[in-house]
């Protein structure tokens, strides 16, 4: 059976510190993707990375990186030098073959990251 | 982004009564998807589609039933609400299943079963 555990339930930083959050999942198959999304304050879902299971290549956007590592199931997701409009709360989720030609997502129960000016 | 809407946005209902929400989308897209999103849980599948009229249970589906008549179109029903059902609920649709898995959302409805 899949699942996602976002260990962190909530995290407070000061502006311009970095911040790690972490994402450890569950599956037993080999072909499933991972996502990370964000939800701000105003409720909204955004979606921001997806990577399948055969690229283990990390990945920065910006300020955004995130590390992928197969050994230990996780799909880590951090934010450099944070700013007050990263407050929100971010998902992680993984998503695998269904058996009927759809993907089933099974979401972590979510991250809310405080940033502090 | 994808272009899809929910409605209503927001409704107010009593214990007993039948509900519809409506999931709209102008992408095309062939997967739809049903979530529902509670404090402590993150979100939830409830139902989806994966073409017209064929759909499938999520882990959350009891009390829910789905219709999909048009490609467009993804119908919730919850045909007798109780205030278990009090939730946040969000649609998504993905164009293709693998790859081009990347589920977008919908703006979410709000409802509230009194």
């Known amino acids: 059976a899949q699942k996602v555990t976002q260990a962190q339930t909530e995290i407070s930083v000061v502006e311009k510190e970095d911040v790690t959050l972490d994402c450890v999942y569950e599956?037993?198959?080999?072909?499933?993707?991972l996502f990370w999304y964000k939800q701000p304050p105003s409720g909204e879902l955004v979606f921001l990375i997806r990577r399948n299971s055969f690229d283990e290549q990390n990945e920065i956007s910006g300020r955004y990186s995130w590390n992928f590592q197969k050994s230990t199931s996780s799909f880590n997701f951090t934010i450099t030098a944070s700013q007050v409009v990263d407050s929100a709360v971010y998902f992680c989720a993984l998503s695998e073959g269904s058996g009927t030609g759809g993907f089933k997502t099974i979401f972590g129960a979510g991250t809310r990251l405080f940033v502090k000016a | 982004d994808a272009g899809i809407t929910q409605s209503p946005r927001h409704k107010v209902t009593e214990t007993g009564t039948p509900v519809t929400l409506r999931c709209h989308q102008t992408?095309?897209?062939?997967?739809m998807y049903w979530y529902r999103q509670d404090p402590g849980h993150g979100l939830r599948l409830i139902h989806y589609?994966?073409?017209?009229?064929?759909?499938d249970k999520g882990e959350v589906s009891d009390g829910y039933s789905v219709s999909r008549s048009k490609t467009e179109d993804f119908l919730l029903t919850l045909e007798s609400a109780t205030s278990s059902q009090t939730s946040v609920y969000f649609c998504a649709s993905t164009a293709l299943a693998g790859e081009s898995d990347t589920q977008y959302f919908g703006p979410g409805t709000r409802l509230t079963v009194l």
């Open positions: 589609s994966y073409g017209v009229k064929d759909t």
């Open positions: 992408e095309n897209h062939r997967y």
């Open positions: 599956t037993r198959d080999t072909t499933y993707y």
